[in-house]
């Protein structure tokens, strides 16, 4: 089997002009997808309108597929989640796609040298769950849409 990289471009600011910045997340290859419920996101987003840690905004230009894939999905719209653990700041993230028949599931991480034990489904489901429960145990949340 091929890596599988999703390369998320943002869109540049003016004052950037033709210096988008880009994200790779590494492709998660599980038997079964990681679903996550769009309610938990909207929630997520909800507690941005009252949390200074919390960023929601929109910037994703465009997602590229790089590697080949063994099933090919038609991704709806992408989701990216970053986000700071504290106390020590270490930077994560995790690329969600929306698929019309099994919703939202977390298809990448980032960055690539996360450490094996981090990108087992459950511990992934667990961080994710996490976030929304206990945000006071991340220094900055970030969600970036479409």
Same mark, same amino acid.
């Given at each position: 089997?091929?890596?599988?990289?999703?390369?998320? @471009?943002?869109?540049?600011?003016?004052?950037?002009?033709?210096?988008?910045?880009?994200?790779?997340?590494? #492709?998660?290859?599980?038997?079964?997808?990681?679903?996550?419920?769009?309610?938990?996101?909207?929630?997520?987003?909800?507690?941005?309108?009252?949390?200074?840690?919390?960023?929601?905004?929109? #910037?994703?230009?465009?997602? +590229?597929? @790089?590697?080949?894939? +063994?099933?090919?999905?038609?991704?709806? %719209? %992408?989701?990216?989640?970053?986000?700071?653990?504290?106390?020590?700041?270490?930077?994560?993230?995790?690329?969600?796609? #929306?698929? *019309? *028949?099994?919703?939202?599931?977390?298809?990448?991480?980032?960055?690539?040298?996360?450490?094996?034990?981090?990108? *087992?489904?459950? #511990? @992934?489901?667990?961080?994710?769950?996490? @976030?929304?429960?206990?945000?006071?145990?991340?220094?900055?949340?970030?969600?970036?849409?479409?």
């Amino acid at each position: 089997m091929d890596s599988i990289i999703f390369k998320v @471009i943002f869109k540049a600011q003016e004052r950037f002009e033709n210096k988008n910045l880009t994200l790779s997340f590494k #492709n998660l290859n599980f038997e079964k997808p990681l679903s996550i419920s769009a309610k938990s996101i909207l929630e997520l987003k909800k507690l941005s309108e009252t949390n200074q840690d919390i960023l929601n905004f929109q #910037n994703i230009e465009e997602v +590229l597929i @790089i590697g080949n894939p +063994l099933v090919d999905y038609t991704y709806n %719209y %992408y989701l990216v989640i970053l986000f700071s653990l504290k106390p020590d700041e270490e930077k994560r993230g995790y690329l969600i796609g #929306n698929i *019309k *028949k099994l919703g939202d599931i977390i298809i990448g991480v980032w960055p690539f040298n996360t450490h094996l034990k981090d990108t *087992k489904g459950k #511990n @992934i489901l667990e961080t994710y769950n996490d @976030i929304l429960e206990n945000t006071q145990n991340y220094s900055s949340i970030c969600i970036i849409s479409q």
